[in-house]
């Protein structure tokens, strides 16, 4: 005869591993879906092991954006744990930055950064998909994005987003992984024809070395023409 108490242990055993269970298949789902938007299982770990090296590269791309940009709307794609969007928000201070990124954890991580670095009233971010931005037709003067093109799932339809965002006579700096990194990159430069086949309707490309001479980047730059093109997808 089983007592009462047993079915009662019973019972809370099988609820235990149910649970369990639930709270494995969630943690295996999210570090997944990190591991495709930024190939490690958690932002800490990017922030601590990739971000943090790259803040000579950071600065480089800020100035260069910095000069673009001296003031206005800038909108950062895939702004991660917000050490691009602090540098430049520093370099130059008329400006005002939106961050916008695929992962609530960089969101919160970046948002943390811009306040400790008394910023938050000029730098805030976001949770978006760079294939339906959060924001209006025409909004911003720039747009910037670091290493973050090539976790795109659809790279031409974000860049047809970031077109329908930025103003007429605007400029997008997208500095991605050259393709001896990035091997999908091979095979005929994919970028340029994905930027061809935009509604910028092409870009001027420049290989980035990084450090020292290692030609580690590269960086499309795309203006949006004043006058209106028939691109439609
Ligand atoms: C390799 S990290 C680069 C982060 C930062 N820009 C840097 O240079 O350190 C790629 C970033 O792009 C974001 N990301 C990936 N797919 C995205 C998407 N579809 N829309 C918006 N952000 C995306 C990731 O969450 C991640 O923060």
Redesign the pocket.
């Known amino acids: 005869m089983v007592s009462k108490r047993s079915l009662l242990a019973l019972a809370a055993m099988l609820g235990g591993v149910v649970l369990l269970r639930g709270r494995l298949r969630d943690s295996a789902g999210r570090i997944f879906a990190?591991v495709?938007?930024?190939?490690l299982p958690s932002?800490a770990m990017?922030?601590a092991l990739?971000?943090s090296v790259?803040e000579g590269?950071?600065a480089r791309a800020a100035s260069e954006v910095a000069a673009a940009h001296p003031g206005g709307k800038v909108l950062?794609?895939?702004?991660?744990?917000?050490?691009?969007a602090v540098q430049l928000a520093r370099e130059a201070p008329d400006t005002t930055l939106t961050g916008?990124?695929?992962?609530d954890a960089?969101v919160e991580r970046a948002a943390r950064r811009a306040a400790e670095a008394g910023l938050a009233e000029r730098v805030r971010f976001e949770v978006?998909?760079?294939?339906a931005l959060p924001f209006a037709d025409q909004e911003f003067d720039g747009v910037v994005?670091?290493?973050?093109l090539?976790?795109?799932?659809d790279p031409a339809r974000?860049l047809a987003e970031i077109y329908r965002v930025l103003k007429r006579g605007g400029e997008a700096r997208i500095?991605d992984l050259a393709h001896w990194m990035w091997p999908p990159a091979r095979g005929g430069n994919r970028l340029v024809r994905i930027a061809a086949a935009s509604p910028f309707g092409g870009a001027e490309v420049e290989i980035v070395r990084w450090p020292g001479s290692v030609p580690a980047f590269v960086l499309l730059r795309l203006r949006r023409a004043y006058e209106a093109t028939n691109y439609r997808r």
């Open positions: 990190n495709r938007a930024f190939d932002a990017y922030d990739v971000a790259l590269f950071y950062e794609v895939g702004s991660g744990p917000g050490r691009l916008v990124d695929i992962s960089m978006g998909d760079v294939s994005s670091t290493l973050s090539h976790h795109w799932p974000g500095y």
